[in-house]
Nanobody
Framework: EVQLVESGGGLVRPGGSLRLSCAASGFTFSNYAMTWVRQAPRKGLEWVSTINSDGGSKNYADSVKGRFFISRDNARNTLYLQMNSLKPEDTAVYYC?????RGQGTQVTVSS
């Protein structure tokens, strides 16, 4: 059974940083591209970033480019999202995705 478990969210002040993690199991993690998406209150899902299977290719939404950094550790079956210079508009539930599957999400709130 595929499982994706996000962690690392929390409350942070504008300008702060957080690192999200996604622990994957139930599939061969190193074979698949992985994606972070987010959902702000009363809004739809927004794509944030995708990394290919070996970590050599990364893409970012314009809204996070230069502030967020995606990475992965295939030996640990873990996906990461380093989020810097956080803004109130980054407030959302963040999910990791593999194809159609996603985890339960982790809440990120950026507020003073």
């Amino acid at each position: 059974e595929v499982q994706l478990v996000e962690s690392g969210g929390g409350l942070v002040r504008p300008g702060g940083s957080l690192r999200l993690s996604c622990a994957a199991s139930g599939f061969t993690f190193s074979n698949y591209a992985m994606t972070w998406v987010r959902q702000a209150p009363r809004k739809g899902l927004e794509w944030v970033s995708t990394i290919n299977s070996d970590g050599g290719s990364k893409n970012y939404a314009d809204s996070v480019k230069g502030r967020f950094f995606i990475s992965r550790d295939n030996a640990r079956n873990t996906l990461y999202l380093q989020m810097n210079s956080l803004k109130p508009e980054d407030t959302a539930v963040y999910y990791c995705k593999q194809g159609p599957r996603r985890g339960q999400g982790t809440q990120v709130t950026v507020s003073s």
